[in-house]
């Protein structure tokens, strides 16, 4: 028997080595329920925001009449109770917060020969101000009124002038 096994491996050949084949794999399965939870997940989510939608736009047709109300009670409390005229050089109030904000300047006439007061005036700090004082501001008003960054030559010659002025007397310029 040893020899007819023999022989049929000879008759075979070396190509009759065992040859290890992978195992089938079984066709993917499908499974439908997977995706019907996964739909109703979504139909679920869509229906929730869909609510909310509906939720939000009525809240936001109600803010819409209430400022379209409040709108016209406004306009017919200003038809009613209309502001008083400014007269001519009057400021409105936006400009008195904002000069009263540290914002005040010099609007005179500037006198023919400087005097200390109204040098004082256009740097914005008192006759008896000290030298760091006037010097701040001096920086402070020639920033505003630089020629290079759009303010004008005049002006900036002006509180050059008032901080000599000032500074007389001072010690250190």
Same mark, same amino acid.
């Given at each position: 028997?040893?020899?007819?096994? $023999?022989? &049929? !491996? *000879?008759? #075979?050949?070396?190509? +009759?080595?065992?040859? %290890?084949?992978?195992? =089938?794999? /079984?066709?993917?399965?499908?499974?439908?329920?997977?995706?019907?939870?996964?739909a109703?997940?979504?139909?679920?989510?869509?229906?929730?925001?869909?609510?909310?939608?509906?939720?939000?736009?009525?809240q936001?047709?109600?803010? $819409?009449? &209430? !400022? *379209?109300? #409040?709108?016209?009670? +406004?306009?017919?409390? %200003?038809?009613?109770? =209309?502001? /008083?005229?400014?007269?001519?050089g009057?400021?409105?109030?936006?400009?008195?917060?904002?000069?009263?904000?540290?914002?005040?300047?010099?609007?005179?006439?500037?006198?023919?020969?400087?005097?200390?007061?109204?040098?004082?005036?256009?740097?914005?700090? *008192?006759?008896t101000?000290?030298?760091?004082r006037?010097?701040?501001?001096?920086?402070?008003?020639?920033?505003?009124?630089?020629?290079?960054?759009?303010?004008?030559?005049?002006?900036?010659?002006?509180?050059?002038?008032?901080?000599?002025?000032?500074?007389?007397?001072?010690?250190?310029?």
């Amino acid at each position: 028997m040893s020899s007819l096994l $023999l022989r &049929a !491996a *000879r008759r #075979a050949g070396p190509r +009759a080595t065992l040859r %290890r084949r992978p195992l =089938p794999t /079984p066709p993917a399965r499908h499974d439908s329920t997977t995706a019907l939870v996964v739909a109703g997940i979504a139909v679920g989510a869509g229906g929730i925001a869909y609510k909310a939608a509906v939720h939000l736009s009525g809240q936001a047709e109600e803010s $819409l009449k &209430a !400022a *379209r109300e #409040a709108a016209a009670k +406004a306009a017919e409390e %200003r038809k009613q109770n =209309p502001e /008083p005229k400014k007269k001519d050089g009057e400021k409105s109030s936006f400009a008195t917060w904002f000069d009263s904000a540290g914002r005040r300047h010099y609007e005179g006439p500037f006198e023919s020969p400087m005097t200390r007061r109204e040098a004082a005036l256009i740097l914005g700090v *008192r006759e008896t101000a000290t030298a760091k004082r006037i010097k701040d501001a001096h920086r402070r008003m020639t920033r505003i009124n630089h020629p290079d960054l759009g303010g004008s030559a005049f002006l900036t010659a002006k509180v050059n002038e008032a901080k000599e002025m000032l500074m007389k007397g001072k010690g250190d310029d």
